[in-house]
């Protein structure tokens, strides 16, 4: 995996025993210590802290004011709302010139001047759309964003390793369900009024697609309680995803979806989804991430922590 799985920042690999994981997004910002023991990996301390926050160097913050975290190694992953995550035509270039030679393709997809942002890349696995096309993903961020997330680090003298993003982390963390190591599944993931769904097949990143609640606007619009029907609208679209994964991505091993929320509420929503969709519907389960048993946070909450850890753990 350590071949396309690209980061926004990386800073010179810290050693140890243990690593830390942030997620920080508009209205959650929560942290989990991973520790190596003779039983594996464990979960041994986390916090989480629920308000509006105006930026992830904010979230931070508050997240540090309130609780703060052990020193160790720091991998953080950004909320999907801080981002874009554009896929394009991979350029004919070495990996080391990759970064660069993706800012022309990209500057006339975005609204603000490439020169204001930061972007990284990571290319799709080469099996992906038959071998007929070389894709890629790039996620674009604002650069201001990233340097005030980075200084907020610095004051606060983190060990930051690394900025990685929603979609890279929660693949990461599909690496270390047993289920999933010969499978392939989709992780649809909720976080307030934004969601995902990323389709994921032997620790490789495949797909991935904003969830669109509202018809016409091609974007996921609104809090999922006011919907008329939101499990309606969350399976004709996971429906789509796989329909275009198939077809058009030339994959076909989605065996299950699991559902990553923090949510009870809709956590419930898996039994009706897994009768209007091919494949069986769960929550993030305990049983799927046994690493996490000493604490009390939902699995959905933890998901993108984890999942920054695990991944900047196994680079």
């Not at 800073?11 to 039983?39: F, M, N």
Request: glycine residues 6%; hydrophobic residues 45%; negative net charge.
């Amino acid at each position: 995996m350590s071949g396309w799985l690209k980061r926004l920042l990386r800073q010179d690999k810290q050693s140890g025993d243990q690593v830390l994981g942030i997620s920080l997004a508009p209205e959650r910002a929560l942290w989990c210590l991973l520790q190596q023991s003779d039983a594996g990996q464990q979960v041994t301390q986390s916090f989480s802290l629920q308000q509006s926050f105006a930026s992830p160097a904010a979230a931070l913050k508050a997240l540090l004011a309130a609780a703060p975290p052990p020193q160790a190694p720091l991998h953080i992953c950004l909320g999907h709302q801080y981002y874009n995550l554009l896929l394009v035509d991979a350029p004919d270039v070495p990996d080391a010139e990759l970064r660069e030679a993706v800012r022309w393709k990209v500057k006339d997809l975005i609204t603000q001047p490439v020169e204001n942002m930061v972007l990284d890349a990571f290319r799709l696995p080469q099996d992906a759309y038959r071998g007929r096309m070389n894709m890629l993903y790039v996620a674009v961020a604002e650069r201001d964003l990233i340097q005030r997330l980075v200084d907020e680090c610095h004051r606060a003298d983190l060990l930051l390793q690394e900025i990685t993003i929603n979609e890279l982390a929660l693949t990461a963390l599909a690496g270390v369900i047993p289920e999933l190591q010969e499978q392939g599944a989709a992780f649809l993931y909720l976080n307030g009024e934004g969601g995902t769904i990323n389709l994921v097949e032997q620790g490789a990143l495949y797909l991935t697609r904003t969830i669109e609640l509202a018809a016409g606007t091609g974007v996921f619009s609104g809090n999922l309680d006011f919907q008329q029907d939101p499990v309606d609208n969350l399976a004709l679209d996971v429906q789509r995803s796989l329909d275009y994964y198939e077809s058009q991505v030339g994959k076909s091993g989605i065996t299950r979806l699991y559902l990553v929320t923090d949510a009870p509420e809709q956590e419930a929503w898996c039994d009706e989804l897994s009768g209007r969709l091919p494949i069986k519907a769960e929550p993030l389960a305990e049983s799927a991430l046994a690493m996490t048993a000493d604490t009390d946070l939902s699995q959905g909450a933890l998901a993108p922590a984890l999942g920054a850890a695990l991944g900047g753990w196994r680079e």
